[in-house]
């Protein structure tokens, strides 16, 4: 099954808090209710737009501090709580489920809402368009705005690409691989790109920056037509004239599965990156982007508030 929204856990969560008595944690709570759930290793392998975090477990620990805020739960100490009193009442009436709109019965979650402002009102803000419960965690919800805003930029930059000079898009590669790690220096990267021209050979750069080894590069600045098997395999036997077995093919359009197929047969290591997957790494190299502002995501740093004797 899916992963439940985090408005789904609530109503489970609070049930084992009351099974168990005594204080949880997270972690222990995520183990009984994906067995419960009967969520799927795949499903608990999910993870936010970030990587950083299981969806699940994201989920639980916002549906907990909801219900703290509602005076369902109570921290006991640091990482762990409990059912209150009011909790066990709430489970007496036997509700079909527990969400944002059942616990705005409740002073302190209202209270909590309007402090701030973008809770503040009858409605908890939807990215998903709904008019009243959002089924998205704060985490995810901010997740994937800028994921949104990330696509838009990536959108924006490779319409740029596609319309620049063979020579600027030389340099936005040069850029890129030297950002990268790649070429040694900016001097010697650019000295490199644009000079063999042999045969499908578009430049050759450093795989570091010792120069232990060297990469040969093609790149194609197309816009709607697809790169195809025959560019690849003049590609791959450019390398094997020149004995060489790395290779990245650069292009701002995309790869046809049929030219992908080959290169997963062949025995030279190349590289395939399509316009989406450039684009991608130009704004993770900070290449012909720049940043418009910062929005630092906190948590309480718990060991500042340790007494020490």
């Given at each position: 099954?899916?992963v439940?929204?985090?408005?789904s856990?609530?109503?489970?969560?609070?049930?084992?808090?009351?099974?168990?008595?005594?204080?949880?944690?997270?972690?222990?709570?995520?183990?009984?209710?994906?067995k419960?759930?009967?969520?799927?290793?795949?499903?608990?392998k999910?993870m936010?737009?970030?990587?950083?975090?299981?969806?699940?477990?994201?989920?639980?620990?916002?549906?907990?501090?909801?219900?703290?805020?509602?005076?369902?739960?109570?921290t006991?100490?640091?990482?762990?709580?409990?059912?209150?009193?009011?909790?066990?009442?709430?489970?007496?009436?036997?509700?079909?489920?527990?969400?944002?709109?059942?616990?705005?019965?409740?002073?302190?979650?209202?209270?909590?809402?309007?402090?701030?402002?973008?809770?503040?009102?009858?409605?908890v803000?939807?990215?998903?368009?709904?008019s009243?419960?959002?089924?998205?965690?704060?985490?995810?919800?901010?997740?994937?705005a800028?994921?949104?805003?990330?696509?838009?930029?990536?959108?924006?930059l490779?319409?740029?690409?596609?319309?620049?000079?063979?020579?600027?898009?030389?340099?936005?590669?040069v850029?890129?691989?030297?950002?990268?790690?790649?070429?040694g220096?900016?001097?010697?990267?650019g000295?490199?790109?644009g000079?063999?021209?042999?045969?499908?050979?578009?430049?050759?750069?450093?795989?570091?920056?010792l120069?232990?080894?060297?990469?040969?590069?093609?790149?194609?600045?197309?816009?709607?037509n697809?790169v195809?098997?025959?560019?690849?395999?003049?590609?791959?036997?450019?390398?094997?004239?020149?004995?060489?077995?790395?290779?990245?093919?650069?292009?701002?359009?995309?790869?046809?599965?049929?030219?992908?197929?080959?290169?997963?047969?062949?025995?030279?290591?190349?590289?395939?990156?399509?316009?989406e997957?450039?684009?991608?790494?130009?704004?993770?190299?900070?290449?012909?982007?720049?940043?418009?502002?910062?929005?630092?995501?906190?948590?309480?740093?718990?060991?500042?508030?340790?007494?020490?004797?």
């Open positions: 099954m899916a439940p929204d985090y408005q856990v609530m109503l489970p969560l609070l049930q084992f808090a009351a099974q168990k008595g005594t204080e949880t944690s997270t972690s222990e709570a995520v183990e009984a209710l994906a419960e759930l009967g969520l799927t290793e795949d499903d608990l999910e936010l737009p970030s990587g950083i975090q299981s969806t699940f477990v994201n989920r639980v620990g916002w549906a907990s501090t909801y219900m703290k805020k509602a005076g369902l739960l109570e006991t100490r640091r990482g762990f709580y409990q059912i209150t009193e009011r909790g066990k009442d709430l489970l007496k009436k036997q509700p079909k489920t527990i969400n944002v709109k059942l616990l705005k019965q409740y002073t302190e979650f209202l209270e909590f809402q309007q402090l701030k402002g973008t809770r503040s009102g009858d409605k803000p939807d990215f998903k368009g709904t009243d419960v959002s089924t998205a965690t704060p985490s995810e919800a901010l997740e994937a800028y994921e949104n805003l990330r696509d838009e930029l990536a959108d924006e490779l319409a740029k690409l596609k319309k620049i000079s063979p020579a600027f898009f030389e340099r936005v590669v850029e890129l691989l030297v950002k990268m790690g790649y070429g220096s900016r001097a010697d990267a000295k490199a790109i000079r063999s021209g042999d045969g499908g050979i578009d430049g050759i750069i450093k795989e570091d920056k120069g232990l080894d060297v990469v040969y590069i093609q790149a194609k600045r197309w816009d709607n697809p195809g098997r025959p560019d690849v395999m003049q590609f791959a036997g450019a390398l094997q004239a020149q004995r060489a077995n790395k290779g990245i093919f650069i292009t701002t359009s995309r790869f046809t599965d049929d030219a992908r197929n080959y290169v997963s047969q062949i025995g030279s290591k190349i590289v395939l990156i399509d316009g997957q450039l684009t991608n790494l130009m704004i993770e190299h900070d290449v012909g982007v720049s940043t418009v502002s910062l929005y630092p995501v906190k948590k309480v740093d718990s060991d500042y508030f340790e007494e020490s004797i």
